[in-house]
C-alpha cells in the first residue's frame, strides 16, 4: 500500500512497522470498547436478575471495565512480538511499556475490587459503625506499592526482589515518609478490634478540643464534628495511646445521669419541733415517712428512758434536712422522667465553708440532650423553691444587693440611735458620750507612748 503510494522500499521499510503499531492499538481500543458493550451488559442483565445483593457490588460496571482493560491490554502483549519481530530493540522497548500498562490495568482492577467489597460490608449491620475505611485505604495503599515496585523494575529490567534489597538500605526514609501512615493502619486495627471507636459515636478529648460526634475514621486521620459545628482532625494513634471519654455507652443505656448539688446553709439545720412536724404532715409526699420515723424514735426513745424534754440531748429526733431528703428521694421516684431501673440516691458529700453539699444523683429516661438538660433545669427549680418550706436555707455569698441593704440597715440603726439620744438626761447622746470616752482613750495611750517617739 505504501509502494503504490509512491514511496520507496527503503522508507516504507521503517515506516510500515509503525502503522502496523497504531492499528493494533486502535484494534485494542475497538476490542476494549466491544467488551465493555456486550460482556459487561450480558454479565450485568445476568446479575440484576440474582436474588442476592451482594453480586450487584463485586460485578459492577467499575469493576468490569477494569476486567476488560486487562483482556485489552492482554491482546495488546500477543501481537506486539508480530509487529516488531524484525527489531529486537523497539520491540523490547515497546513490550516493556505494554507490560507496564498491564500492572496498572491489573492495579485498577484491584482497587476497584476493594471499593465494591467496601461498600458490601458497611451495609452489613455489624460493620456500619467499624473504622473499615482505614483497612480499604491500607489495601489500596499496599496494591499501589506493588504497582509501583513492579512498574519500576520492568522498565529497568531488574527482578524486584533485587529491587527490594535495594530499597532496604532506604527503609528509614521511607519509614519516615509513611510514618502516619503505618500508625494509622496499626491504630485502625487495635480500634476496629477493641471496639473503641465508631463512626455516630460521641467522644471528648479536652486536651485537643474534642467534643463531639465522629464523621468519618480512615488511615490518616479521624475526623470529628464538635456540637459547635467545628471539625477536628486527629491522627487515629492519639485515640489509641491517649485517653478519650466514649458516651456512647450512655447512649445505648437508656439514660444519662444527674450529679448536681446544691449548699445547705448548716446553721439552719434543726431538730423538728411538734409545730414544724405538723406543718411537713401536710406535704403528702412525707406524711407517711414522718409517721414512721416518729413511732420508730418514740420506740427507741422508751426502750431508752428518755423524756420528751430530754429528747433534744439525749434522746432521738427528727431534723428539718432529714425530712428534706426523704422528701427528695420520693420526688424523684414520683417523677415521671427519672429512670428508676438505674441508681437514684440523694446524699450528703462533705461540709465545706460554703455549706453543706446536699447531692441528687439519678439517671433520666432519655439520652437527648436538650431533653435531658430540661429535666435536670426543673427537678432543680423545684428543690430551690421547695426548700424554704422546710424552714432550710442554701448558702450562697453576699452580692453587691448584701452589701447595700446592710449598709441600709446601718444607716437605720446610727439615726434611731442619735434620735433616742436626743431624749438622754444632760442634753448628751449616748454617741457622744462614747466617743468622748474613746478619744480620751485615745489622748491617754498617746501620753503614754509620746516618749519613744522620736
Not at 45 to 68: G, M, P, Q, Y
Not at 93 to 114: E, H, I, P, Q
Amino acid at each position: 500500500m505504501l509502494r503504490q503510494a509512491g514511496m520507496d522500499s527503503a522508507a516504507t521499510d521503517g515506516l510500515d512497522r509503525w502503522i502496523l503499531f497504531v492499528g493494533l492499538i486502535l484494534l485494542t481500543i475497538l476490542f476494549d470498547w466491544i467488551c465493555r458493550k456486550t460482556l459487561v451488559r450480558g454479565i450485568r442483565r445476568i446479575v440484576e436478575h440474582t436474588s442476592v445483593k451482594w453480586d450487584d457490588e463485586i460485578f459492577s460496571l467499575a469493576v468490569l471495565n477494569h476486567f476488560c482493560h486487562i483482556l485489552s491490554t492482554l491482546l495488546l502483549m500477543v501481537f506486539l512480538p508480530v509487529v516488531f519481530a524484525d527489531h529486537p530493540v523497539a520491540r523490547e522497548v515497546v513490550m516493556r511499556l505494554a507490560r507496564s500498562c498491564a500492572v496498572v490495568a491489573v492495579f485498577s482492577f484491584v482497587n476497584a475490587l476493594f471499593n465494591s467489597v467496601f461498600l458490601i460490608a458497611v451495609r452489613r449491620p455489624a460493620w456500619q459503625d467499624k473504622p473499615i475505611n482505614g483497612l480499604r485505604q491500607t489495601g489500596q495503599g499496599i496494591a499501589l506499592l506493588i504497582c509501583v515496585i513492579l512498574i519500576i523494575s520492568i522498565l529497568i529490567d531488574i527482578s524486584p526482589k533485587i529491587l527490594l534489597t535495594g530499597l532496604g538500605a532506604s527503609a528509614a526514609i521511607v519509614l519516615l515518609i509513611f510514618k502516619d501512615s503505618i500508625l494509622g493502619f496499626v491504630s485502625g486495627i487495635q480500634l476496629a478490634a477493641n471496639d473503641m471507636l465508631k463512626v455516630n459515636d460521641w467522644i471528648q478529648m479536652p486536651k485537643y478540643g474534642v467534643d463531639g460526634t465522629v464523621t468519618e475514621v480512615t488511615l490518616t486521620t479521624v475526623k470529628v464534628r464538635n456540637f459547635d459545628n467545628t471539625i477536628v482532625t486527629l491522627p487515629p494513634y492519639l485515640l489509641v495511646s491517649d485517653s478519650f471519654q466514649n458516651w456512647q455507652a450512655m447512649k445505648n443505656s437508656g439514660g444519662r445521669r444527674v450529679m448536681r448539688s446544691i449548699s445547705i446553709d448548716m446553721t439552719s439545720v434543726k431538730f423538728c419541733t411538734c409545730e414544724m412536724l405538723a406543718r411537713y404532715r401536710r406535704i403528702d409526699l412525707v406524711r407517711d415517712y414522718i409517721d414512721e420515723a416518729e413511732a420508730r424514735l418514740e420506740e427507741y426513745n422508751l426502750r431508752h428512758n428518755v423524756g420528751r424534754g430530754e429528747r433534744r440531748i439525749n434522746g432521738r429526733q427528727q431534723t428539718n434536712l432529714g425530712i428534706f431528703r426523704a422528701y427528695l428521694m420520693r420526688y424523684l421516684h414520683d417523677e415521671g422522667r427519672v429512670n428508676l431501673d438505674m441508681q437514684v440516691m440523694v446524699r450528703q458529700l462533705q461540709p465545706t465553708d460554703t455549706g453543706l453539699p446536699l447531692q441528687l444523683y439519678f439517671f433520666t429516661n432519655t439520652v437527648i440532650w436538650d431533653e435531658y438538660e430540661s429535666i435536670q433545669s426543673d427537678v432543680f427549680d423545684h428543690v430551690l423553691a421547695v426548700i424554704s418550706v422546710f424552714d432550710l436555707r442554701v448558702f450562697q455569698n453576699p452580692s453587691g444587693v448584701d452589701f447595700l441593704a446592710l449598709k441600709d440597715h446601718i444607716g437605720r440603726e446610727i439615726r434611731h440611735r442619735e434620735n433616742a439620744g436626743t431624749e438622754h438626761p444632760g442634753g448628751e447622746s449616748p454617741a457622744s458620750t462614747s466617743v468622748q470616752a474613746r478619744s480620751s482613750r485615745n489622748k491617754a495611750s498617746t501620753s503614754s507612748v509620746s516618749p519613744l517617739i522620736p
